[in-house]
């Protein structure tokens, strides 16, 4: 049983406990973890929750590592959820995150914990959302999530977080660095990573050029995204990301998007979590999903428009 009390004053033994509990694919488990997040949500919410996202190699960990301490310096506490979608819950990259985050890991104001991302309903990263509400219950008031540019874990973090930074490499002559377009527009900031040293005025470069290239797309009326750049290394503009953030945070609630943003990623939650639920459910229905092979492969030779099939599907589904 998980001792409610100690997670709410911050025990991290009782945290990592609890997100234990929510992660296990056990059907005992999945009622004391749903009845765990009834009662603990009323003590979540009140932290900022920023994504990052990138490709490998351009220093989210280094970055999440020296922001933590630069947080925890200003008198916070940090929880960090690392996804990543290539490694189950062993698996070799995060362990080599967790031994480069050395200082935040054994800092007492900070949690770190990997989330395993692979066969979970709602998503790669649905446990993830669950995992912030236990870290908030337990009083991190900066929960930071890392995910890697695979599959769909970025729009699903971008969708549970309040900030979502892109970090991208100096290199001005690659333009989108094997990041996915789609991502740039959902970004509060993009920052250019390495900004030291011989890559210094790349990433200047790089910034100009990421700079215009934003000025053309999308964003959301309440928040004009800005790039920056940075060393996450030598801790340079550290102090300017968290003022933006404090910035955005101060200038959303404020107008109300803050809480909004949220409350529209609950319903985008919720309607994820049915759709999959409803999935679940019919493939455990033996006769719906032998007729539904059957019909596949109906259509694959040409013998059933697809109309007309799923109209049977459906009809047997109903009937
Ligand atoms: N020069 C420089 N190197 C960095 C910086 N941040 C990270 N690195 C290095 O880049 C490599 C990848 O960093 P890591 O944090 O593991 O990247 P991740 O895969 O995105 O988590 C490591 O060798 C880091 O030491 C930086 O700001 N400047
Ligand atoms: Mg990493």
């Not at 979970?120 to 509400?133: D, P, Y």
């Not at 290199?171 to 996915?180: A, F, M, P, T, V």
């Not at 990301?241 to 409350?263: A, D, H, Q």
């Not at 109309?307 to 459906?314: D, H, T």
């Amino acid at each position: 049983m998980i001792e409610i009390e100690k997670l709410l004053k911050g025990d991290r033994r009782s945290l990592a406990k609890s997100i234990t509990m929510i992660e296990s694919s056990l059907e005992s488990d999945r009622k004391d973890s749903q009845a765990l997040l009834e009662k603990i949500l009323p003590f979540s919410g009140k932290s900022i929750r920023i994504g990052i996202t990138g490709v490998p190699g351009v220093g989210k960990s280094t970055f999440i590592e020296n922001f933590g301490l630069y947080l925890i310096q200003k008198g916070h506490s940090v929880a960090v959820l690392a996804i990543d979608p290539s490694s189950p819950i062993s698996g070799g990259s995060i362990l080599g995150d967790k031994t480069r985050m050395e200082n935040l890991s054994q800092n007492d104001k900070a949690f770190i914990r990997p989330t395993p991302s692979q066969g979970f309903l709602g998503g790669v990263a649905q446990k993830t959302r669950e995992s912030v509400l236990l870290c908030e219950a337990a009083g991190f008031d900066y929960i930071i999530i890392e995910t890697v540019g695979v599959g769909q874990s970025e729009y699903e973090v971008a969708d549970m977080v309040d900030f979502f930074l892109v970090l991208l490499l100096p290199n001005s002559g690659d333009e989108l660095q094997g990041i996915k377009k789609g991502i740039l527009e959902l970004a509060d900031s993009i920052i250019v990573n390495k900004a030291d040293g011989l890559s210094l005025s790349q990433a200047t470069q790089t910034r100009a050029q990421y700079t215009s290239a934003m000025e053309l797309m999308r964003h959301d009326p309440e928040w004009k995204p800005r790039v920056l750049e940075c060393s996450a290394i030598e801790k340079r503009n550290l102090d300017v990301i968290y003022e933006m953030i404090l910035e955005y945070k101060v200038s959303t609630t404020n107008s109300g998007y803050f809480k909004t943003k949220r409350l529209e990623q609950n319903e985008n939650w919720f309607k994820r979590l049915v759709s999959e639920m409803i999935n679940n459910k019919l493939k455990s229905n033996k006769t719906l999903e032998k007729k539904k092979f059957e019909l596949e492969s109906e259509v694959r030779k040409d013998i059933k428009l697809p109309i007309v099939a799923a109209q049977e599907y459906l009809d047997l589904l109903f009937k």
